[in-house]
């Protein structure tokens, strides 16, 4: 096999242009009359537009019905995200996968309504802005179970996050990044059984920790226009388990921040600068 083309000065674009091909080919194939052919001319223009950037990957299969082409294209998705998000950053990537979404969704929605709804349903989670990683102990020590959320609101009651995870004895972070475009000073209400923190640019502003049933703590700070970090450490000692978050920025009744001013911090942030991307995409 010849080694595959080096990358041209225009990879982001040629990378845009793949995904793009990719997700008309799942809009496509999700769509049990549409035709398969159709799905497979957008496959290969999307392997097409890799292979320009040197993503190295495997020619379509001959003859290959609707089932075939949808493992392609998954197998196709994960080498193009993998490229992207080293190049681009985990940051830009949540942001331009977003726009493809509402791409899909256009279609889906003039196409069939309830089947947008029950192909686009599973991404919600995926898309949210808050990273949750929790840990089988209540000190966060263990290997941690990473997910994205659209906020934070969990009743578990006596059951466990995890199906391998402990009922009680479990712990949890939930990171987001704030994006401010004036100075506010926003009241943050934090409920809890058992403990809970809110750390704001790693200030503590909402102390709810300890041992206890279900308790009501807030506080408040002034944020500067700009980007800062938000997290949200939990952890369950014994009974019942629930934490959740609301803010007011207005003066009103406290509710769950608006996923409008909220970026996902990426998979692995910089532990020393959560939001650094973010605040590096906003400011482009």
Partial sequence: MTDPPAPSSDA??????????????????????????????????AREAALADGIDVPALPADADRRALIAAAR???????????????PALVGLRRRRVLRRI???????????????????TWREGPWRGAFYPAK??????????????????KEA??????????????FDTCVVLDEEVEPVFRLS????????????LVVDNWGSHPLRVRSGSI?????VHHLRVEYFEHTGPAEVELDASFDGD???????RILRYPGDEPDPEAPCAEVAAASAD
């Fill in 105 to 123: 969704a256009v279609f889906l929605a003039w196409s069939s309504p309830i089947l947008a709804y029950a192909v686009l349903r599973p991404f």
């Fill in 160 to 173: 466990a996050p995890f199906k391998t995870f402990p009922e009680d004895g479990f712990s949890a972070r």
């Fill in 12 to 45: 982001p674009s040629s990378l845009d242009r793949a995904w793009d091909e990719l997700a008309a080919a799942d809009a496509i194939l999700v769509c049990a009359t549409a035709s398969a052919e159709r799905a497979r001319g957008h496959l290969e223009a």
């Fill in 222 to 226: 002034a944020l500067e226009p700009g």
């Fill in 75 to 89: 197998e196709l998705a994960e080498r193009i995200e993998a490229e992207r998000r080293r190049r681009l950053g």
């Fill in 139 to 156: 000190n966060f020590e263990g290997e941690p179970k990473v997910r994205r959320y659209s906020d934070v609101a969990f009743k578990w």
């Fill in 253 to 259: 009744r406290p509710r769950a921040i608006p996923a």
């Fill in 192 to 203: 809890s059984d058992d403990g809970s923190r809110l750390f704001v640019d790693g200030l």
